[in-house]
């Protein structure tokens, strides 16, 4: 009787830890090279079997069988074409000792496949099987339970890092890069930095998350993603919904609220319940690691709580105009504590705009507390004039409050943006030259020719319109940048300014009580920095201080 011929598939398998153990020889007789050679000289001179096709997966645990490798070898063997898998030994095969035994002693023989570990001497065609039943499946929880000890160890080792303050993400925060002497630790990226700078201004001064987004479109500023991927990165997530993704609200929202900008790790917010199941979850707060002071903060901790005590207001804005109004947010009824809602209404040809208690106009719960939107303004930006006019240092204030950077600042950042877009351009004039030249050769049909010109055409005209913008963004900056020092020099001089804009105020005022008798009552938002600049005022255990006015 003729001996049968197993046509035989080998299978090799490294993992990302086999690779990086300490020990250099055995990371080499893992490695993926040797292990063929083994199987390869194991199987020299062995008539009954004949290697046909190799199938290997570099950098996949075996913890899990979802690996394309062992996917492509399972459809050759379910379709006839092999009926031998060898392995150099079982640990390769996989360290999921159910799963393992499942393949190896009810799949393989249901399929008539024959299995072979060459180093743990396992041969389910050896006449010697009960040895094999005895073993397989010892084995198999060796290599389980290894890999369920490795789990634990790298675990704990991540966490100590988080806990020393180390950064230990494949891909950091936009704003930072890794840095080259410590891959741990964050340092900022100039041009994505200054970007998340006027996010934060931005806000301050009134825009909204959604007006942020359309500016940094509108001025051709790459996404967190873009930006990523044209670095190199291999960077994806599940928030591209088309080919080249753009700034959001809920990007720019996601900036805003990240506290990592002010010099804080936040880390272990997903995690997954053991090395068996993959899938990832969140982690309750409290098993979430928070290090103050991991690196240099691209934010002060007073304009991040100013910031989040914005975005937690009504940031609408109103129709037609690019910001909202200057004292959005910041009232509340003194009574019942609820927002105080703008109001205009008209009467004998007249407009007239107020404020008044939200919870009145809805529940008539409380009373109307209205007063004028003028008469409001006029009293808060006068109380503030009053009390700066008491700053110790007037010149200190007035440079907080004149400009949140430099104007050389703002005009390499503009540089910058400019030089971005010049490049974009560039590179696209240079694809559309390659593609005229691949289609007179013809290696590029007509349609593609079509298709690819018209992509390149589009980011040409966005480009191109982007440039325009950063001009005119250029001169909207200078201006105001020009009011701002004009408005600190009067207040230098002076001690006092006709006018406080969006940023000061916010900068300055926690929030405005409005009382049912038209009084007005003041908390000012002071750090210990601002709290120095005044004089006569009771400090209070949370950092602001309190003032009524008429």
């Excluded at 990226?189 to 931005?202: C, E, G, L, P």
């Excluded at 240099?296 to 105009?321: C, H, S």
């Excluded at 400019?418 to 590179?427: G, I, K, S, V």
Aim: aromatic share 6%; proline share 3%; glycine share 8%.
């Amino acid at each position: 009787m003729a001996k049968k011929t197993y046509r035989a598939a080998v299978y090799v398998r490294l993992s990302k830890e086999d690779g990086d153990v300490a020990d250099a020889r055995k990371a080499e007789s893992n490695s993926i090279s040797n292990q063929k050679s083994l199987i390869m000289n194991f199987l020299k001179g062995r008539e009954d079997i004949v290697p046909v096709s190799v199938f290997e997966d570099d950098g996949y645990t075996g913890s899990s069988f979802d690996r394309p490798g062992f996917r492509a070898m399972m459809a050759e063997i379910e379709s006839g074409r092999i009926n031998c898998c060898v392995v150099k030994d079982l640990s390769r095969f996989g360290r999921e000792y159910i799963t393992a035994g499942n393949y190896i002693q009810r799949v393989f023989p249901a399929l008539g496949v024959r299995f072979i570990a060459v180093t743990d001497n396992v041969d389910t065609a050896d006449p010697q099987s009960s040895v094999n039943e005895v073993v397989i499946p010892v084995k198999n929880l060796v290599n389980d339970a290894f890999c369920a000890d490795t789990s634990v160890k790298i675990r704990s080792q991540l966490d100590a890092k988080r806990q020393q303050g180390e950064f230990v993400g494949n891909f950091c925060p936009y704003g930072y890069e890794k840095s080259p002497e410590n891959h741990n630790l964050l340092v900022p990226d100039s041009f994505a930095a200054d970007v998340v700078k006027d996010i934060f201004r931005w806000i301050k001064e009134g825009m909204s998350c959604g007006g942020i987004s359309e500016r940094l479109n509108g001025t051709g500023v790459k996404s967190p993603m873009e930006y990523k991927r044209d670095r190199g990165m291999k960077y994806t997530c599940n928030f591209k919904k088309n080919g080249r993704a753009k700034w959001s609200a809920v990007a720019v929202r996601r900036i805003a609220t990240n506290p990592v900008y002010t010099g804080m790790l936040v880390q272990g917010r997903v995690s997954t319940p053991s090395h068996k199941v993959k899938k990832r979850i969140a982690r309750e707060a409290a098993g979430l690691i928070a290090v103050r002071g991991t690196h240099e903060a691209i934010i002060t901790e007073k304009d991040f709580e100013t910031v989040q005590r914005l975005l937690a207001t009504d940031m609408r804005r109103a129709p037609g105009r690019k910001g909202v109004y200057l004292l959005s947010g910041l009232c509340r009824c003194a009574d019942c504590g609820a927002p105080m809602t703008r109001k205009a209404s008209s009467k004998n040809g007249r407009q007239y705009v107020y404020y008044m208690c939200s919870d009145n106009k809805r529940f008539h719960t409380c009373t109307p507390h209205r007063i004028r939107e003028d008469r409001l303004e006029k009293t808060v930006t006068g109380t503030l004039r009053s009390i700066v006019q008491g700053a110790v240092t007037r010149e200190d204030i007035a440079k907080r409050l004149a400009d949140g950077g430099t104007a050389e600042a703002d005009r390499r950042k503009a540089a910058e943006r400019m030089r971005a877009n010049d490049e974009e351009l560039a590179a696209c004039g240079k694809m559309l030259a390659a593609l005229y030249e691949d289609y007179r050769e013809g290696t590029v049909d007509a349609r593609d020719f079509a298709v690819i010109k018209k992509s390149l055409a589009q980011r040409i005209a966005a480009a191109e319109q982007a440039a325009a913008r950063l001009a005119e963004s250029g001169r909207d900056e200078e201006e105001a940048r020009s009011r701002r020092e004009k408005a600190a020099e009067e207040l230098l001089k002076y001690g006092e300014t006709e006018t406080f804009d969006r940023a000061a105020l916010v900068t300055l005022v926690r929030v405005a009580k409005v009382h049912e008798d038209g009084k007005v009552e003041l908390v000012l938002d002071c750090d210990d920095g601002f709290a120095g600049l005044f004089s006569g005022l009771a400090g209070h255990a949370d950092g602001t201080e309190e003032r009524q006015v008429g």
